[in-house]
């Protein structure tokens, strides 16, 4: 079992600081877990007050991301990190972005649950939705957790299951193509309901860079494109 | 490769040093250095290359032996009494502790600038030209002239002190008379520099020039450096070393020491856990 | 907030405390050094005034025939002649023709002790340096004998001092000084003669001399000797029980009472190799025994003080250890081994008990010109004088304290100047 510990610093503050730009990064995490699943409820449940919500709050994602940022700098500018300080610090500024992606996507497919709300249609594509939002609410989370334990066995494994994703969004494409190709009617919807899959595709990538980016702080390996 | 966070702070007792110690293209090679002061071991067991050209920094915590055995490169060490080096230190094949070596000449060949700027209490040209006149370097009055200024144009100094080339060189500033001890240490056309803690008593300006003035050294002189700075090793050295309590424990470049560190004991100590 | 007030309440208390004791403390040290500059006030003042008048010395004008017949010489070139000859009478005929009224064997004997003795041996001189006087009248201030000095001094001050004087010749001085023959002047015979059992004719050249050339000797010894065993101790001996030995039988060495080095060379110099008594050369090899642990503890010390820093980027750049001492630790250290040398020389200037051992005591009229003369010493000069029972040997010993602290003086000075001067700072 890895362990990695960012305290006994002899400058007490500075085991502060990393400690708040991880618990904050978390904090944020827990709202981008939370804004993918009330846009995935706003579609299965054509609630367009939950997706307007979820829009609304999308702007105190952005302003945690810039917060986070901040501190980051903060703490280069002031205790120059070296080795897993540094990785840890590199790690956080890179996943605030993946995170505040993760928010924007979560947000188009609120909007997304906006116009498909006010269609009153059949429920076409609804169960390719709900598979790729199960699989990729699941990764998000797997990987937030792993984060939260700098666990680096869990992100390997979390970043195999995006892999899984991916098979599943090729899949939905072929199905939702079907669905335009049976019933032109439908292809407005249908190309909705392809904005949301490709935003769920999406997040699960930027999960997996969430994942990448744990393996790098603790093993100090770059695994990126490999 | 171990990771470091599977490792304790403890050090076993038959420590293997991790890293890349060892060069192609050594310029000199030491191998299971031992050092005593007296009774009390300094170094244990180090082995390690030093590469043509590279600057390689030595980092650890105060008393971990990398002052002892920097000075064991040119044999400062037996000045000391009661100190007792062991095992092999070679430089281009030759073994520096051979009986037949004279450290004069060891000297002459691997230069030494000190932690506090100790320029002669003469002048600045006195200062330059005493070791080509001990060595015999230079015949003529017009000889002693040209190594004077190529030397100081070479530690950057020549533009600052060209017209005061009489008077003392202890009236200059601290910085400058740090540059003026690697003018004088490079004057006698070493092929080995060895800086203890060369900035440690300079202003971040003069640190900074003098950091400078190592990066363009490097390109015809081989450089160990000691430092208390871990940014400095990072911003000057091509390979990092780092000492604990006498025992080499990594040997890495400088990039993977500073963002990787192999060892749980360089990964706290560059990390300001202790030290 | 309370806690706060109270502590602060007490630092002022204590305050107050604190700076009563300073100032208390101020005082103290106030008080030490004008006692210390009271005493040396007091000596001063003492010295001068018993010996300025020793720097003048009365002499009384007569007029001199040097007459050939008198003396009993015909020819100033011949040796024999001028050794046999009656000098005494050229002062005694002259003193006769200004007294002419003086009758009786035992006035004329007073009379004639006006003047000092070695009168007749100075004219001779001067006859001798300017022959063509032979035959001729001359005036020429004679010097006059020493209780006549002594009394002539005390009556010009006003408290007449006539112990030894007859009433005689107390009316002849009233009656020379009524017509100016009789005067203070310059007493160059301090500066230029040896000692004699006469106040009059004694003076301090010969232990001057005698000082001059044993301190030559010692220096010429005990400085290389000293600097070399300095540099040696520091630079080159290992550290080891052997030196340690040494280190403190040096300090020892310097707290000896310096009389032991007397005895010593007594026994090693003189009866051991033989070398002659009183000289210099013996002089100088004791004072150089005495000297030695103060050259060597203070050449180690300024040795001391040149900064390691210079000494590992001489090492560094590869000078050899000699080389390094020759070159950097010798000119940085010398100012400070000079001051050292200065002041044990100016030690030894003002030693007494070792040169008494070893014979440098003795009675000597004659002025030392080399190092092989029997000579004695400024110091042991005022030992013989302040023993010696004339009164007129009282101005004299302050005198020659005079001198001798003067020299003293001018080489502490020349020590912190030097210091000062050849100092650098690094």
């Known amino acids: ?226 | ?275 | 907030m309370n806690n706060r007030s109270d502590t602060l309440s007490k630092i002022q208390h204590s305050l107050t405390r604190r700076n009563r004791a300073e100032a208390r403390f101020r005082w103290y040290g106030r008080c030490a050094i004008f006692i210390g500059l009271l005493a040396v006030a007091v000596l001063f003042f003492d010295i001068i005034s018993k010996g300025h008048g020793a720097f003048r010395a009365t002499y009384i004008k007569l007029d001199i025939h040097y007459d050939p017949e008198l003396i009993g010489i015909n020819n100033l070139a011949d040796n024999e002649q001028l050794s046999a000859g009656n000098w005494q009478a050229l002062s005694k005929t002259a003193l006769r023709n200004k007294f002419p009224d003086v009758s009786g064997r035992q006035d004329k004997r007073r009379l004639s002790k006006l003047l000092s003795n070695g009168a007749g041996f100075d004219l001779k001189d001067h006859l001798l340096a300017n022959p063509q006087l032979l035959g001729k009248k001359e005036s020429v201030w004679v010097l006059a004998d020493d209780d006549i000095d002594t009394y002539f001094k005390s009556w010009l001050d006003g408290d007449a001092y006539d112990a030894r004087m007859t009433a005689k010749q107390v009316q002849w001085i009233a009656q020379l000084h009524q017509e100016d023959l009789i005067a203070l002047k310059f007493n160059s015979n301090l500066f230029s003669r040896g000692d004699s059992r006469e106040p009059e004719q004694a003076g301090i050249r010969g232990a001057v001399m005698g000082s001059f050339l044993t301190l030559i000797m010692t220096l010429m010894l005990s400085f290389p000797i000293g600097v070399s065993a300095a540099i040696y101790l520091e630079e080159f001996a290992p550290k080891n029980r052997w030196t340690d030995f040494i280190e403190v039988n040096i300090n020892n060495l310097a707290a000896v009472p310096s009389i032991i080095f007397g005895l010593l060379g007594l026994a090693i110099f003189i009866n051991f190799f033989h070398v002659p008594r009183s000289v210099p050369i013996v002089g100088g090899l004791v004072l150089t025994l005495m000297t030695l642990p103060t050259i060597i503890i203070t050449s180690r010390a300024a040795i001391k003080s040149v900064p390691p820093s210079i000494r590992e980027a001489a090492l560094g750049m590869g000078a050899s250890k000699y080389q390094m001492v020759l070159h950097h630790v010798l000119p940085l250290a010398l100012p400070g081994m000079l001051t050292g040398a200065i002041i044990g020389m100016a030690q030894a200037l003002g030693e007494t008990a070792p040169l008494l051992m070893i014979g440098m005591v003795a009675f000597i009229v004659d002025i030392p010109n080399g190092f092989s003369d029997p000579a004695t010493v400024l110091p042991v000069q005022i030992f013989l004088w302040a023993d010696s029972p004339e009164r007129a040997f009282i101005e004299k010993t302050s005198a020659a304290i005079m001198v001798l602290l003067s020299f003293l003086i001018i080489m502490n000075t020349s020590a912190v100047w030097l210091r000062k001067r050849l100092e650098r700072r690094w």
């Not at chain 2, 590279?54 to 037996?78: H, Y």
């Not at chain 2, 080096?85 to 520096?96: A, K, P, Q, S, T």
């Not at chain 2, 100094?157 to 001890?181: A, F, H």
Request: aromatic share 4%; charged share 30%.
């Open chain 1, 1 to 226: 079992m890895v362990k990695m510990s960012f305290e006994n610093h002899i400058m007490k503050q500075f085991d502060d600081e990393l400690e708040e730009i991880r618990t904050r990064l978390m904090e944020m995490g827990g709202k981008v877990e939370q804004q993918l699943q009330h846009a995935i409820r706003a579609i299965s449940e054509a609630d367009s007050k939950l997706a307007e919500q979820v829009i609304i709050e999308d702007r105190r994602v952005d302003a945690m991301e810039v917060d986070i940022d901040e501190a980051c700098i903060l703490i280069i500018a002031r205790r120059q990190p070296a080795a897993s300080d540094l990785r840890l610090v590199m790690m956080v500024t890179k996943a605030v972005n993946d995170l505040e992606r993760i928010g924007d996507e979560a947000r188009k497919i609120a909007n997304h649950a906006i116009i498909l709300s006010e269609e009153n249609e059949p429920s076409v594509g609804y169960p390719e939705v709900r598979h790729i939002a199960n699989s990729v609410t699941k990764i998000l989370a797997n990987a937030l957790d792993a984060f939260a334990r700098f666990d680096a066995d869990a992100a390997i494994r979390t970043i195999e299951e995006d892999k899984q994703v991916d098979l599943d969004y090729k899949t939905a494409l072929r199905e939702v193509v079907t669905y335009m190709m049976e019933d032109p009617r439908s292809i407005s919807r249908a190309i909705n309901i392809l904005w949301v899959v490709r935003s769920l595709e999406r997040i699960g990538d930027h999960a997996k860079n969430l994942c990448e980016q744990i393996v790098f702080v603790v093993k100090g390996k770059d695994i990126r494109r490999r």
């Open chain 2, 1 to 275: 490769m171990k990771l470091a966070s599977e490792q304790t702070l403890e050090l076993d007792e038959g420590h293997v040093t991790v890293g890349q110690s060892f060069s192609d293209d050594p310029k000199m090679t030491m191998r299971n250095i031992n050092v005593f002061y007296a009774e009390k071991q300094a170094i244990y067991d180090v082995s390690i290359d030093i590469t043509k050209n590279e600057v390689i920094a030595m980092i650890g915590p105060s008393g971990c032996g990398k002052s002892t055995f920097l000075r064991t490169l040119n044999r400062m060490n037996d000045t000391v009494d009661g100190c007792r080096v062991e095992g092999d230190i070679c430089m281009d094949g030759e073994n520096l502790y051979a009986p037949n070596l004279d450290v004069v000449e060891l000297r002459a060949r691997v230069g030494m600038v000190f932690q506090k700027p100790n320029p002669f209490p003469k002048s600045i040209r006195d200062n330059v030209t005493y070791g080509p006149k001990i060595h015999g370097l230079a015949d003529t009055r017009v000889d002693l002239d040209e190594i004077l200024e190529k030397s100081l144009r070479k530690a950057g100094l020549w533009e600052e002190v060209k017209d005061r080339l009489d008077q003392p060189g202890t009236g200059l500033s601290g910085g400058q008379q740090q540059r003026l001890c690697i003018a004088r240490a490079i004057a006698v056309s070493p092929e080995v520099i060895l800086m203890d803690e060369p900035c440690s008593a300079l202003d971040p300006i003069a640190t900074a020039k003098i950091e400078e003035l190592i990066e363009e050294l490097s390109q015809n002189f081989t450089i160990a450096i000691v430092t208390h700075s871990m940014q400095q090793a990072a911003r000057v050295s091509h390979r990092t070393a780092y000492f604990h309590l006498g025992k080499l424990i990594e040997v890495n470049p400088t990039e993977q020491v500073f963002t990787m560190p192999q060892h749980q004991l360089t990964e706290a100590y560059i990390t300001g856990r202790f030290g």
